[in-house]
């Protein structure tokens, strides 16, 4: 018995987030932090070792997250 299945439909964007690379001190490895902005320590997730960040501003990311109304203006208008 086949089953018969309906081809999904694509799904839009449902948010965003954004990530900056900071450069580990000790390995030179690009660690990922999704929009840290507090100050903090971070583990190098090559090496292990533990390093202390720059925050970013967050009402710059704010700004981004509305400008591109929260991921859906960056979707490809020929694509839908």
């Known amino acids: 018995m086949s089953e018969s ?3 999904l439909a694509p799904v839009r964007p ?3 987030e954004i990530i900056f690379m ?10 990922p932090l999704i929009a840290p902005t507090q100050p ?10 533990g390093f202390p ?5 967050e009402k710059h990311i704010r700004f981004y997250k509305a400008m591109l ?12």
Do not use: H, L, T
């Open 22 to 31: 900071y450069p580990c001190p000790f390995c030179g490895r690009e660690v």
């Open 5 to 7: 299945r309906k081809p």
């Open 69 to 80: 109304a929260n991921g859906n203006a960056a979707v490809d208008p020929d694509f839908i």
């Open 53 to 57: 960040i720059v925050p970013v501003d």
């Open 40 to 49: 903090s320590m971070v583990q190098c997730d090559a090496c292990r070792k």
């Open 14 to 16: 449902a948010g965003m």
